[in-house]
């Protein structure tokens, strides 16, 4: 029943990733405009001192007040980690001290040190890395289809799950890092997945088969989505690392947006070229 209102009704449906979307390059370009740069980077990316503690509580407020210009963090998992960085300049002995004043320690705090000109070279590699991928994934996507239609149309939707995921981290203040950036590539194979398993579905089908098609594919593809969900969000909510926090919360973002991309807009874009191919 939830299916046949869901396809009576797909017209409409598919405007909805493309207002996020537009939305999304609002965010962005408001970034660029004022910060110079899409998304605050971490320090990994332009150098500064992070300093991590294994605590049972803290005040994060406390922390933030006492040390102007750094970023405190928290993280959830069963083994909790402050996490506070500092710029390059900054004196880390003062801040372990007044991270430990507010907070109640468990262990030796232990802290690391990066350049501003290897984080340049950090985030230079890494934006690379991010562009190549994109463009070997399109390469391969075009090879698969030999069609221009089809192939755009997941480009853009694997596009859409990236930019949209981006500007949602940029909301919530999630700052620009090797793990994001390794998530981000992630996230492309993710996206891709699903859009190819709807395309193969429909492409081999006939014009009277299209919402059968649809509905097979949107039954895999939701069903892969939400056990990868499941198993990103007890990494999230367990692990006690903000690596693999990070990582995660980027993917279960990405995921989330990737269904309605999907099965919305991508789906309706390709049934509305279908339908029109094949009268």
Do not use: C
Request: neutral net charge.
């Amino acid at each position: 029943m939830l299916f046949e209102k869901f396809d009576r009704h797909w017209k409409k449906w598919l405007w909805i990733p493309i207002v996020l979307l537009i939305l999304a390059i609002g965010v962005i370009a408001f970034n660029i405009a004022t910060t110079g740069s899409f998304m605050k980077k971490d320090i990994e990316l332009t150098g500064g001192k992070s300093i991590t503690l294994e605590v049972s509580s803290a005040d994060l407020d406390a922390i933030k007040a006492e040390l102007p210009g750094s970023t405190v963090r928290l993280t959830s998992g069963v083994v909790k980690n402050l996490i506070v960085e500092i710029p390059f300049e900054a004196d880390e002995q003062e801040a372990i001290d007044i991270a430990s004043k507010h907070s109640v320690v468990q262990g030796e705090p232990s802290f690391r040190t990066i350049g501003p000109s290897i984080g340049n070279v950090f985030f230079s590699q890494a934006l690379t890395a991010m562009i190549l991928a994109f463009v070997f994934m399109a390469f391969v996507v075009f090879m698969l289809f030999r069609s221009i239609v089809p192939s755009t149309i997941v480009v853009l939707a694997a596009a859409t799950d990236m930019i949209v995921t981006i500007a949602i981290l940029s909301i919530i203040d999630v700052a620009l890092s090797l793990p994001v950036i390794a998530a981000l590539l992630t996230l492309i194979g993710y996206s891709v997945d699903t859009d190819l398993l709807l395309t193969t579905e429909l492409l081999k089908g006939s014009h009277s088969e299209l919402s059968a098609g649809v509905k097979r594919a949107m039954k895999t593809g939701l069903t892969l989505t939400l056990t990868t969900l499941i198993a990103l969000s007890a990494m999230y909510l367990i692990a006690g690392s903000i690596v693999i926090e990070q990582i995660a919360l980027v993917l279960i973002i990405g995921l989330v947006i990737d269904i309605p991309t999907t099965w919305m807009t991508n789906t309706g874009v390709l049934r509305a070229w279908l339908l029109r191919r094949r009268q």
